[in-house]
């Protein structure tokens, strides 16, 4: 109620693409309804490379395994920087 009428109507509009477009982008699709109407976003790391994605929305809930990611990221146990070695090459590592 809160939401002015204009901004809830471009946004009805808009939404009416995002499965489309979901689509486009390589999401399967799933109908399903929200109970509590909010959107939710869920990323879960299966690799350093890939992520399954899951978006649940009022009306739909899209997903999209192995999804490949553009970088890697670093998985598994920290290593503290004072256990890494320098690289032998590097003349300023003991400085």
Known sequence: PKVPSSVRSIAEWFYKFV???AFMLG??????KNPSRQ???IVAL?????????IK????ILYE???RLP???PVGPRIPASELQPPI???FAEA
């Open 27 to 32: 999401f399967s699709e799933k109908t399903d």
């Open 71 to 73: 970088l890697s990221l």
């Open 65 to 67: 395994k192995a999804m």
């Open 57 to 60: 929305l009022p009306d739909i």
């Open 39 to 41: 959107a939710r976003v």
């Open 19 to 21: 499965p489309g477009a």
């Open 89 to 91: 090459w590097n003349i």
């Open 46 to 54: 299966t690799s350093p490379r890939t992520c399954d994605v899951v």
